[in-house]
């Protein structure tokens, strides 16, 4: 290897290299699909692949660069989002609903019911449903909102930070995605048809749904779990915002059953993930000092730093 190349791969950052391993799995993950019958369109999966790591070996010099490219080269995982979700409903496809037994099983021991079946049905209230189904259609805003907000008030490491702790989460679920897709209740039962179901905001969310939403993407819930850690990030390093943000994230947490998006077990699971990575964070590095934020998760995030 010369040395322009060990530079190059010295400079890649924690979130290049955790992008590189998410890429890697999620072609093994195509890989395997030839075992059966093969993804229509797989060779576009593995040109997308292909010029994903190509931009993620670009990173280093567009952060050098500084302004546009530095701005790029450190959000570029989170304009990707959707991509990337979108994949998950194409390599998960035809997975059917071969785990959600197990899940519902785990439903029925933890709750005594399926809670995400049952709650909208026997508390059809509209004013709660419009409430929740709004937190549930803030994702994206909460999602975002962390580490726009530090950037933007000047706390650029913290955002980094976010931006990793964030990306890690959603790689860690994705995984999981990948290698144990769980339909959700959305698929494996009837949709609720009441009073709950016909206010704008639910009505809203299931049109979005409808045009956007992943096959196999349910367990854990990466709703909960990323917005719970953007939350909790916002909390760290500029409580005001993160305040703004805990009301939203809550009702989101609740919204996912009520509206039977996930069982209550992908819930309860992307909860625990989130409370493991800001855990994680928190050991790593006391709030007091974000501004060696990005320095404070590499040690655990990314070992070979």
Same mark, same amino acid.
């Given at each position: 290897?010369?040395?322009e190349?060990?530079?190059a ?8 290299r ?5 890429v ?6 195509v890989?395997l ?6 993804i229509e369109g ?11 790591v190509?931009l ?8 050098a ?5 530095r701005?790029? =080269?450190?959000w %570029?995982?989170m304009? &990707?989002l959707?991509?990337?979700y979108? !994949?998950? *409903?194409?390599?998960t $496809?035809?997975?059917?609903f071969?785990n959600?037994?197990?899940i519902?099983?785990l439903?029925a021991?933890l709750?005594?019911s399926q809670?995400?079946?049952r709650?909208i049905?026997?508390?059809p209230?509209p004013?709660l449903s419009a ?6 259609l803030a994702?994206?805003?909460i999602?975002?909102?962390?580490p726009?907000g530090l ?9 980094r930070q976010?931006i ?9 679920c ?5 290698f144990?897709?769980v339909? =959700?209740?959305? %698929?494996?039962f009837d &949709?609720?048809?009441n009073?709950?179901t !016909?206010? *704008?905001?639910a009505? $809203?969310?299931?049109w979005?749904l409808?045009?956007g ?6 367990f854990?819930s990466?709703?909960?779990a990323?917005?719970v850690?953007a939350?909790?990030m ?11 943000l805990?009301?939203?994230t ?6 996912v059953?009520?509206?039977q998006f ?5 819930a309860l699971?992307?909860?625990?993930l989130?409370g ?8 790593l590095r006391?709030?007091e ?17």
């Amino acid at each position: 290897m010369t040395s322009e190349r060990r530079l190059a791969l010295g400079a890649l950052s924690p979130l290049d290299r955790w992008t590189l391993a998410y890429v890697a799995l999620a072609t093994v993950a195509v890989g395997l699909s030839f075992e059966g019958e093969s993804i229509e369109g797989w060779g576009w999966l593995a040109v997308a692949h292909l010029l994903l790591v190509g931009l993620v070996l670009l990173a280093p010099r567009a952060r050098a660069a500084g302004g546009l490219g530095r701005f790029l =080269g450190d959000w %570029y995982p989170m304009l &990707l989002l959707a991509a990337l979700y979108g !994949e998950i *409903g194409v390599l998960t $496809l035809d997975a059917g609903f071969q785990n959600d037994l197990a899940i519902q099983r785990l439903e029925a021991s933890l709750f005594r019911s399926q809670v995400s079946y049952r709650w909208i049905r026997e508390m059809p209230v509209p004013w709660l449903s419009a409430v929740l189904h709004t937190c549930y259609l803030a994702y994206y805003a909460i999602l975002y909102a962390a580490p726009v907000g530090l950037w933007f008030s000047g706390r650029r490491d913290a955002a980094r930070q976010t931006i990793l702790t964030v990306m890690v989460t959603f790689y860690l679920c994705y995984f999981v995605f990948l290698f144990f897709p769980v339909a =959700g209740p959305r %698929y494996a039962f009837d &949709l609720a048809n009441n009073a709950a179901t !016909e206010v *704008g905001p639910a009505r $809203l969310a299931q049109w979005l749904l409808d045009h956007g939403d992943s096959w196999g993407a349910a367990f854990p819930s990466s709703h909960v779990a990323a917005s719970v850690v953007a939350t909790g990030m916002a909390l760290r390093y500029w409580r005001p915002l993160g305040i703004a943000l805990l009301l939203p994230t809550i009702g989101l947490m609740l919204a996912v059953v009520y509206g039977q998006f996930h069982y209550g077990v992908d819930a309860l699971s992307g909860l625990v993930l989130a409370g493991i990575m800001l855990a994680v964070v928190q050991r790593l590095r006391p709030a007091e000092a974000p501004a060696r934020a990005t320095d404070a998760v590499v040690g655990v995030l990314d070992p070979g730093v």
